[in-house]
């Protein structure tokens, strides 16, 4: 069943990049979104049959593959996985429908972008650490296409940047799944034949160090963050949409499953710093955002403070915490998908996206009314406005954080005011004010322009007002993750000991 | 009267040095400051025909509301004309014309009826259903530009008609009206025994009113007789438009401005026709200057802060006028100028429609793209008032004269300073992109 997830995406990748030439390029896209439609729908199928009080993995696949290297084809899904299955789907879809319809060389662009559904499905499900690995990396070369040949401003140059950062993040988590395997004299690299092995402490952190920083470049977590900006700016609107929609949470379930999953003790241990960390990002994500005037670099740096928030979730360790952490990877990826959707109509209906430029786009009859609607809805919710997805997912990790890590949690807070700021900054001077007659001849605003955007609004309000939707998938896995960590309190207390259990 | 002689004044005049030199060479030429082209004239003589329709309401409401709403202190019905006002034939139209400008009817226009009988919505439902919805003439923005006219006249030094509301003749007459209106009526009486300025202010609106009303009841016409002309390719070129209404402003100059009221059969005189306040000097440039000049800063166009001394201190200063107005926010807050192009919208000529559809973003914003046309073809009046008044005070294009012709220019020259304001609209129109 989960097969179907990765391999129908590749096949379609394959079949779309064997048509004639002869196909439209509105035919191409129609079929990619039917494919992708059709994923969309079994994932929701999955999800029909997924059972949410059940904290193990579930709908479990197995095939050996080559044994003598210890990697096999397992795959498996619990409430982690789930939604970030889910949300693959949902926003690769979502990229298709936003995708323009004029893009040149459309079998090439609509393969590798399925090419890139499949990789990630994979990387979700996989339940093997060399499985794992292929999939994260797969990714990356059709990322690396699309940005240049796709992209515009410095396309080339954001390219290959990224091709950098991500192939070191990859070196290193190579390191840390190589080092683990080797160190524990594990079976194979199965995930559950590591699960139970021991490891002295002391190694136990330079490990999970490697894959912090690894799963932390793709993040990406503050320093490591310098490749997103140029590489958001330079890529399309489809291809931004699952860089930061779904990328950047490769890294984020990276930490979960493998960090945090991997590392109880050492990571309890390191928590607080990690805690510090988060609310460093947050903070130097929100306030390099307000200092920007071009608005999709603005939303680029406004992700990576968003993303602080997962990581303080994760090192609270409270059940709250880890569940809002979770939402928060589901509700960024929404908000984040419609504010570049958003950005990207702008950009191609008013030929900028400089701050100074654009004005007055909610003027009812010559602005772009819709669009700047659907973008103060999409601002509101990044900013944790009550009654949308991204307030319930920030409210859990501060609740569920303020108790371990008080101050961490208040700079946060401080962190979710900066986003309204510079969100007001935006909003203030894009849609509100004169609209300027010299520039005010935009294009007509279509319903295809409006869909996604349409879509994704109705779920960030959806999941706003009724958050159970957004929690109920994880809760069971979240809670169970928790109970497996060791007491906070004696690890302070007491010295660690010379070796653990994993 | 305003024969093109471009050759005779450049050949003895050196070129201006104005910021706007190439109109004043146009309008020295007889020409108008907007540009002779097919497409401008396409527009202004659509928008005066889709100006008119409404406008031929406007009229015949204004004067409904002066002689018979009057001091109504629940005026509900006041845009409910009853139907000999409909039927009140045009003073320069049709058959029983004193001089007939349009060849048509001089009862309101066939396509006023049948929008008043069905609305946009094209259903005939009772005439209330259709007021509340806006689906009607919206009388709003004839009432603002009587009120800016109320406003400006005191300040613009212009003609008698306003002094006159100041005179002890006007209070007594107005007093012996006011009477009469609410003869039996002790509770409005009182209050008017109280409050006498209150009344008599209300009063000089009212004349107000009629005053506009007597003015557009010139002005429809004239714009339905350039239309037809424009159809029948009589009206070729910006200038024979401009010297159009150049010539109606002359043969019409002296039309009697007055305010009369009905009460019953009774007719009571509060301006008198025999005050001899005349159409040109007491409404045409009075409302030149108020509306197509200054106005006020219409709630909802764009914010204005007075505090911030964004509103100018004194009104002379004023230059909100469809000269200056920004168009591209109509739209937004049912303001009156929008309200216009609304009206106008439901009248548009056909070639007008598909030019408009042609253009932007087609149906989506033909509010926009009317009113920016409506500006063209009130630059294309303001300049046949410039010319009239040229002729009146001063010398012909042809003059032999040098000094006379240099007269003509500083004339010229400084009623284009006028427009050196930024937010002028005079540069946006000689390009056929604004749109």
């Known amino acids: 069943m989960l097969s179907a997830l990765i391999w129908l995406p590749v096949l379609g990748a394959a079949v779309v990049s064997c048509l004639p030439a002869s196909q439209s390029h509105q035919q191409i896209r129609a079929g990619a979104v039917w494919l992708t439609g059709g994923v969309l729908l079994w994932t929701i199928w999955l999800l029909t049959q997924f059972d949410i009080g059940n904290s193990g993995l579930q709908f479990r696949e197995y095939l050996p593959w080559i044994e003598t290297l210890g990697l096999n084809y397992e795959l498996g899904a619990d409430g982690l996985a789930i939604v970030m299955l889910a949300l693959n789907s949902f926003l690769t879809w979502i990229a298709l429908l936003s995708s323009s319809q004029t893009t040149e060389r459309p079998r090439l662009f609509y393969s590798l972008i399925l090419l890139i559904s499949g990789g990630v499905a994979g990387a979700f499900l996989a339940q093997n650490l060399l499985l794992f690995f292929f999939f994260y990396e797969l990714v990356l070369v059709p990322f690396y296409l699309l940005i240049s040949i796709w992209g515009s401003d410095k396309k080339s140059y954001a390219a290959t940047k990224f091709l950098i950062y991500t192939a070191t993040s990859g070196i290193l988590i190579l390191a840390g799944f190589l080092g683990l395997v080797w160190l524990t004299k594990a079976a194979d690299f199965s995930y559950q034949s590591v699960l139970g092995q021991t490891l002295p402490l002391g190694l136990q952190f330079i490990l999970l160090a490697l894959l912090i920083v690894g799963f932390g470049i793709k993040i990406p977590l503050v320093p490591f963050h310098t490749w997103l900006p140029d590489t958001y700016v330079a890529a399309s609107t489809p291809v931004v949409i699952l860089l930061g929609g779904v990328l950047a949470k490769l890294g984020t379930y990276g930490i979960f499953r493998f960090g945090l999953g991997l590392f109880p003790q050492a990571w309890a241990i390191a928590s607080p710093y990690l805690a510090t960390w988060a609310a460093i990002s947050i903070l130097y994500g929100a306030m390099a955002a307000i200092a920007q005037k071009d608005i999709k670099r603005m939303v680029a740096y406004s992700s990576i403070g968003h993303m602080g928030y997962i990581l303080l979730g994760a090192a609270a360790l409270t059940p709250l915490a880890l569940v809002g952490a979770v939402s928060q990877m589901v509700a960024h990826g929404l908000i984040l998908a419609l504010l570049f959707h958003l950005v990207g109509v702008i950009e191609t209906k008013v030929g900028s996206r400089e701050l100074d430029v654009l004005n007055g786009l909610l003027n009812p009859i010559r602005g772009l009314p819709s669009v700047a609607s659907l973008l103060i809805l999409g601002a509101m919710a990044s900013a944790g406005i009550p009654g949308l997805a991204g307030f319930i997912a920030e409210f859990l990790v501060f609740q569920g954080s303020y108790a371990v890590f008080p101050w961490q949690t208040l700079l946060a807070v401080i962190g979710t005011g900066l986003t309204a700021v510079y969100f007001v900054i935006l909003l203030n001077r894009t849609c509100f004010g004169k609209l300027d007659n010299k520039i005010a001849y935009f294009p007509r605003v279509d319903w295809s322009d409006k869909t996604p955007a349409l879509i994704l609004a109705v779920l960030i309000l959806f999941l706003g007002i009724q958050p159970v939707w957004l929690v109920r998938w994880t809760e069971t896995t979240t809670t169970a993750l928790v109970a497996t960590m060791p007491d906070r309190a004696i690890v302070v207390r007491v010295n660690a000991p010379s070796a653990s259990v994993l | ?435």
Not at chain 2, 47 to 58: C, N, R, S, T
Not at chain 2, 252 to 265: C, E, N, Q, S, T
Not at chain 2, 304 to 315: L, S, T
């Open chain 2, 1 to 435: 009267m305003t024969t093109t002689l471009a050759a005779s004044t450049i050949a003895q005049l050196p070129p201006s040095t104005h910021e706007f030199a190439d109109i004043i060479h146009r309008l020295e030429s007889g020409g108008a400051m907007l540009p002779d082209t097919p497409e401008n004239l396409m527009q202004i003589i659509g928008l005066y025909k889709a100006y008119a329709v409404p406008m031929d309401f406007y009229w015949r409401d204004l004067l409904y509301i002066a002689e018979h709403v009057f001091l109504n202190p629940l005026p509900f019905f006041k845009y409910f004309i009853s139907q000999d006002y409909l039927d009140r034939p045009n003073h320069y139209a049709g058959e029983t014309a004193d001089l007939r400008v349009w060849r048509g009817r001089a009862s309101a226009h066939p396509e006023l009826l049948e929008f008043m009988a069905k609305g946009e919505t094209r259903s005939k439902l009772p005439r209330l259903f259709h007021h509340l919805w806006h689906d009607r003439i919206n009388m709003e923005f004839a009432e603002e530009c009587m009120r800016s006219m109320l406003w400006h006249g005191r300040d613009m030094g212009m003609g008698q008609f306003d002094a006159y509301l100041d005179s002890e003749e006007y209070r007594q007459n107005a007093d012996r009206a006011i009477k009469a209106y609410f003869k039996g009526n002790p509770a409005m009486l009182g209050l008017y025994k109280l409050f006498p300025e209150m009344f008599l202010e209300q009063v000089r609106q009212l004349s107000y009113y009629s005053n506009l009303g007597l003015f557009w009841e010139v002005m429809a016409p004239v714009f339905f007789e350039m239309s037809d002309l424009y159809d029948e390719g009589k009206i070729a070129s910006v200038p024979d438009a401009m010297n159009f209404l150049v010539n109606g402003i002359f043969a019409i100059a002296g039309r009697p401005i007055y305010h009369h009221l009905y009460v019953g059969d009774e007719c009571y005189e509060i301006v008198p026709k025999s005050k001899g306040f005349m159409w040109l000097y007491e409404a045409a440039l009075p409302y030149v200057e108020a509306v197509f000049y200054r106005t006020s800063p219409f709630r909802g166009t764009k914010s204005y802060n007075a505090q911030a001394g964004q509103v100018p201190a004194q009104q002379k200063d004023f230059h909100y006028g469809v000269l200056y107005a920004d168009k591209f926010p109509v739209g937004s807050a049912g303001i009156p100028p929008t309200l216009l192009a609304q009206d106008m919208l439901h009248f548009l000529p056909p070639y007008l429609v598909e030019y408009y559809q042609q253009h932007c973003r087609g149906e989506d914003d033909m509010l926009v793209q009317l009113a920016v046309s409506f500006q063209r073809s009130m630059y294309c009046v303001t300049s046949a008032v410039i010319q009239a008044l040229r002729t009146a005070l001063l010398y012909p294009l042809d003059d032999p004269n040098p000094e006379h012709l240099l007269a003509n220019r500083k004339f010229f020259e400084s009623q284009l300073d006028r427009f050196k304001r930024s937010e002028s609209r005079i540069r946006e129109i000689q390009s056929q992109e604004y749109r």
